[in-house]
């Protein structure tokens, strides 16, 4: 036994002096990452926070691989880099006839999948009417659709059963993505492991917890990007995510942690890039409960809270005091609507007219781990208290904090809003609407004369009219309250400066600046 | 009675624990507040649509029905369909366990080469600067939690001296040794502490026992005396502990696995719950309670082995 556990030990040494000398030869030769002419790099590396849930665009739920999905797949339109109009991608054209009832998409001649399948317009009709049909998924953003044909190879033909003005919007969304029929319906669900679409990159290779690796498409249609290469890896720990950007080991992460940011922004070669993003931060107020039956009520908290204070103490700065419901960044925003301002003495006048000169106790609801949320949320405690409100903040894991507050047996509750779609439809519907499906954001708030004035604007194809509805929803969510907006927060992205046109729209897909963006040697 | 004649009788109890165990996650996960299409839909939930979530994915069932048909599915080698990664869940369970395996088998080497030498050494050399040296690091290291001592570990040894990489799982024997170097020796050093502690005492005891008089008194040289008599019988006490803590290594990699982004079954585990993705988690549970009630098992044969006394005592 003696001479055995001397073997051992020796095999030990010649382990740890193997591992030394592989740590020593790895650290040397792992540098550089693909270089291609002078100066440049042909790989960018991209550190997300969270894992990749799927490929298939009719089921994704994540954001970071909606986003990932935008540079697979095309789809018949596309947002624009600013997120308030649309593209052509697969079509190049289209016309609306029949008052709004038929819609007619010519695509590419020449669009191919990166396999170099023909892309044809069967495909897009395949597509379109898979993720309709999935269970849970969109299909309810398409009801009024009656039929889509594809009379040839180029052609495209959507009826309507009504006018439907979000229809574009709609098919610009993610899970409109074109897949190849003939491949999805022999392989099914492995088919999204090693999938083929026809966006500007394709998947190498594909581990959804750590890491995704995609190469230029041979046969994309579109502008052939700069960089060949994409790797995206999946690193969920905050401060390792931002030690990779500090030993230059990758070129962008997301969201790094706000308590990082100003050491990132001193890090030579450094900084932390915000981009207007839909996010909407807002505060739910569950009229189940009685004081926040009253308007008076809803707008005293309004007036109580001081969103500057809020974005200084939660959001380093890096965040805009928040005024209309709708996300700042998208068609038919109103832009008269200015944020509350901080009167707690008006707030304490509105609460007597009330009928609460002295308060009332109620909860708030925030997420664990959301370390922006509980700032926000011990501002908000404080500044109530001051008008005489006694908040009791209760913690929850984040699905736990959802059911509590979806349930209509909240009281407030931190929530947020993003956007799917570029038209206002969608945002209007789950916020204003509370027959939408979503109780108006769980506030159960219910205003005839709004929820006319979203259906209506949902038929209204003339832009003007839509303009003029949605600016009632707006300023009738703004004054009547439902729930307090509390600000626009953006999305944030530690850049290396290395690293030239990085950028994400404000649905945060980043697809259209990796076909442009360059990566210089570091 | 035999040295193993208790085995047949643990290994019914095994299989009734491991029952329990689907019994108890299976229920317990559904007394969670929040269900599957709420954690999908996020902020774009509406009653309509998680209806048809539900009805995809069989939750409208009765839930004694849903766990029959789980039974069902186990006893012909299936845990379902993971609702976050749309594809089996013995699948996504199966892709996880290499790099916590790997972690664990590393880090209880590493744990087992850096406590033996230091914690018999401490015990034979007891109040010298040995043991208080060691005495002082080991209570330091076990008093830092792991994702503090990984982050440490990240910025001395792959940020300011680039040789480690920060984070990832490598490819290939040499490559997983290279890549979960810093999370082993996170962990291993946290695991130690209990070993040295344990090894020194159990060699100052020892030391103590009149069999080591006796050897000594028959004229057996002393560095004999030490390996054959004393380190073999310190290191016997200290089987057990060490079995005991590989079974709490096995649930508290997580932190590890996540400061490093190892996607292993700890990491795997704590998402599905947040993403309520059950046949996930009640996998994940099950492969726990194997791996916890097989080391405990194996422990318990290993100790007979070596000490005809413990078969005896557990046999009866």
């Known amino acids: 036994m003696s001479q055995g556990f001397r073997s051992r030990l020796l095999s030990a040494g010649v382990i740890a002096l193997a591992l030394t000398a592989t740590a020593c030869s790895s650290s040397s030769s792992s540098s550089g990452g693909g270089s291609s002419t002078s100066g440049t790099l042909s790989t960018l590396t991209i550190a997300n926070a969270v894992k990749v849930d799927t490929l298939d665009p009719e089921a994704n739920s994540v954001n970071e691989s909606i986003w990932l999905d935008q540079n697979l797949y095309s789809r018949l339109l ?54 309709r049909a999935f269970k849970g998924g969109w299909g309810f953003l398409l009801t009024p659709v009656k039929t889509i044909t594809a009379p040839d190879a180029h052609t495209v033909v959507i009826t309507l059963s009504q006018p439907h003005a979000p229809l574009l919007a709609d098919l610009a969304m993610y899970a409109y993505s074109v897949v190849p029929e003939k491949l999805v319906k022999a392989q ?44 995206i890896l999946i690193i969920p720990n905050d401060n390792t995510r931002v030690l990779e950007l500090e030993s ?98 008006k707030a304490k006048q509105l609460l007597a007219q009330a009928g609460y000169p002295h308060g009332f106790t109620t909860f708030l609801i925030t997420v664990s781990g959301d370390v922006a949320g509980q700032a926000e949320a011990v501002v908000i405690k404080q500044e109530l208290a001051a008008v005489g409100i006694t908040v009791n903040i209760q913690s929850y894991e984040l699905t736990t904090a959802y059911s509590k507050e979806d349930g209509g047996h909240s009281q407030m509750g931190e929530r947020y809003w993003t956007n799917d779609i570029i038209d206002p439809d969608e945002v209007a519907t789950f916020g204003a609407d509370c027959q939408g499906g979503a109780n108006a954001f769980s506030s159960y708030w219910c205003d005839t004369p709004t929820i006319n004035a979203v259906n209506q604007a ?65 | 009675m035999s040295r193993f004649g208790s ?18 996650t299976f229920f317990l996960l559904r007394l969670i507040p929040g ?93 010298r600067a040995v043991d208080q040296v060691s005495r002082v690091f080991f209570t330091l290291s076990f008093a830092m939690p792991a994702f503090w001592l990984g982050i440490i570990f990240i910025l001395i040894f792959s940020v300011h001296l680039p040789v480690f990489p920060i984070s990832g799982f490598g490819s290939g024997l040499v490559g997983h040794l290279y890549y979960l170097f810093l999370p082993a020796l996170t962990i291993s050093l946290g695991f130690s502490t209990v070993l040295v502690r344990s090894l020194r005492t159990s060699t100052i005891t020892t030391l103590r026992a009149e069999f080591v008089d006796t050897a000594q008194m028959k004229g057996i040289a002393w560095s004999q005396v030490l390996r054959r008599h004393v380190f073999r019988n310190a290191v016997l006490a200290v089987v057990a502990v060490y079995g005991v803590n590989l079974a709490y290594l096995i649930s508290g990699t ?61 046999g009866t």
């Open chain 1, 78 to 131: 596309q947002p624009n880099a600013t997120g308030t109009g649309l593209l052509p991608d697969l079509a190049t054209s289209w016309t609306i006839s029949n008052k709004g009832l038929t819609y007619t998409f010519h695509l590419r001649p020449n669009a191919e999948f990166s396999n170099g399948m023909p892309l044809t317009a069967s495909d897009v009709v395949y597509s379109i009417q898979r993720s």
């Open chain 1, 188 to 231: 099914g669900a492995a088919f999204f492991t090693h999938p083929v679409g026809s966006g500007p990159f394709m998947v190498t290779s594909y581990n959804p917890d750590t890491e995704v690796d995609l190469a230029r498409n041979p046969h994309f249609y579109g502008i052939t990007p700069k960089i060949s290469k994409v790797k």
């Open chain 1, 248 to 345: 230059k080991k990758v070129d962008v992460i997301e969201n790094p942690p706000g308590n990082l940011v100003t050491e990132i922004d001193k890090t030579p070669g450094l900084s932390v890039q915000l981009f207007p993003s839909t996010r909407v931060d807002f505060i739910q107020l569950d009229e189940h409960y009685a004081p926040f039956k009253k308007a008076a009520v809803r707008q005293a908290l309004n007036y109580a809270i001081n969103r500057n204070a809020i974005v200084k103490l939660a959001y380093q700065g890096h965040a805009v005091p928040g005024a209309s419901f709708m996300p700042y960044r998208m068609e038919f925003y109103d832009n008269s609507i200015r944020p509350y301002p901080y009167d707690p003495a």
């Open chain 1, 458 to 522: 949902r038929s209204e194809l003339n832009s003007a009219t839509r303009q003029q509805l949605y600016s009632q929803v707006q300023q009738a969510v703004y004054t009547q309250s439902p729930f307090i907006v509390v600000d626009y927060s953006p999305y944030r992205y530690g850049v290396g400066d290395w690293v030239h046109g990085f950028h994400a729209t404000p649905l945060g897909n980043y697809d259209l600046s990796l076909e442009t963006l360059t990566v210089s040697s570091h």
């Open chain 2, 7 to 24: 085995l047949p009788r643990r290994l019914v109890h095994v299989v009734i624990v491991l029952f329990g165990i689907t019994l108890v």
């Open chain 2, 35 to 127: 269900d599957p299409a709420l954690a999908i839909l996020g902020s774009s939930y509406t009653h309509a649509r998680a209806q048809a979530i539900d009805s995809g994915l069989g939750l409208n069932r009765p839930i004694w029905s849903q766990y029959a048909l789980f039974m069902n599915r186990l006893f012909h080698g299936s845990l379902g369909f993971s609702f976050f990664y749309h594809e089996s869940a013995t699948t996504v369970i199966l892709n996880h366990i290499p790099p916590t395996l790997f972690l664990i088998a590393y880090s209880a080497v590493l744990a087992a080469l850096i406590s033996l030498p230091i914690g018999f050494f401490a015990g034979l050399r007891r109040g």
């Open chain 2, 254 to 314: 997580v932190l590890v696995e996540n400061v490093f982004s190892l996607p292993g079954l700890g990491t795997l585990l704590v998402n599905s719950v947040s993403d309520r993705d059950y046949p996930v988690v009640q996998g994940v549970t099950l492969v726990f309670a194997v791996l916890i009630v097989g080391i405990n098992l194996l422990t318990d044969v290993a100790q007979a082995a070596l000490d005809p006394r413990i078969g005896q005592e557990i």
